[in-house]
């Protein structure tokens, strides 16, 4: 089936804090994860992404990892910061019946001053 | 460069009715495609248009439809309006397919039906 699991659905954390937030996805043919912010009343804004020949990307204090064989993909986002509250999206491409995004539910994440 | 734009912003329309939604995809994009937004949910794929073809289909009923313009705009097309098509929808351009290239979404155009 074509599915993305994502949890927490909500988290909250003391600035300076590390945050972590955790996908599950379906298809193993799977080969593009993108992770996506969006603040209230805004659009979904491409924070960082990974694909399936790498197992780790760094941008700055937000990471991401792939493990291909479990099918999970985490984003790690270090020193948070307020500016990072938002709900966080990760997604995964999947190729049935042409390519699209499927997202997961979203995180909630609330960085506390 | 300006990114992806929508029109409208914001819609209001009664149950039964048709509403056509518009995107201009960033200069450069031939992709385009469509998501729908429920409140506190993620952003549910509806279609993939790329040169002009549609190249990938979510489980939407045949009331939604689009199409994607020589010029690589495109436009979202719901008949027969429900309650539930009530929610944001997004529009995301791309270089290439979806999942070879980035997507960048635009502000969406919020869809009220009453």
């Known amino acids: 089936g074509e599915n993305v699991e994502q949890h927490p659905s909500t988290l909250s954390v003391q600035e300076g804090d590390s945050a972590v937030i955790k996908c599950t996805y379906s298809?193993?043919?799977?080969?593009?994860f993108p992770w996506y912010k969006q603040e209230l009343g805004k659009r979904p804004q491409l924070i960082i992404d990974?694909?399936?020949?790498?197992g780790e990307k760094k941008d700055q204090r937000i990471a991401v990892t792939l493990n291909k064989t479990a099918k999970h993909f985490s984003l790690h986002i270090t020193e948070t910061q307020p500016e990072d509250s938002a709900v966080y999206f990760c997604?995964?491409?999947?190729?049935?019946?042409?390519?699209?995004?499927?997202f997961g539910q979203g995180t909630e994440l609330s960085v506390k001053p | 460069d300006a990114g992806v734009t929508q029109s409208p912003t914001h819609l209001i329309k009664t149950r039964g009715q048709q509403v056509t939604l518009r995107c201009s995809p960033i200069?450069?994009?031939?992709?385009v495609s469509w998501y729908q937004q429920v409140l506190g949910q993620g952003p549910q794929f509806i279609f993939q248009?790329?040169?002009?073809?549609?190249?990938g289909r979510g489980n939407f009923p045949d009331r939604f439809s689009a199409r994607q313009f020589p010029n690589y705009s495109s436009e979202l097309n719901v008949n027969a309006l429900l309650l539930g098509d009530s929610a944001l929808y997004l529009c995301?351009?791309?270089?290439?397919?979806?999942?070879?290239?980035?997507?960048?979404f635009g502000p969406g155009t919020r869809l009220t039906v009453t």
């Open positions: 200069s450069g994009h031939k992709s």
């Open positions: 298809d193993s043919a799977s080969n593009y």
């Open positions: 990974i694909r399936s020949n790498v």
């Open positions: 995301a351009s791309s270089r290439g397919l979806a999942g070879t290239y980035e997507q960048y």
């Open positions: 997604a995964a491409i999947i190729y049935n019946q042409g390519g699209k995004l499927i």
């Open positions: 248009y790329y040169e002009k073809e549609e190249r």
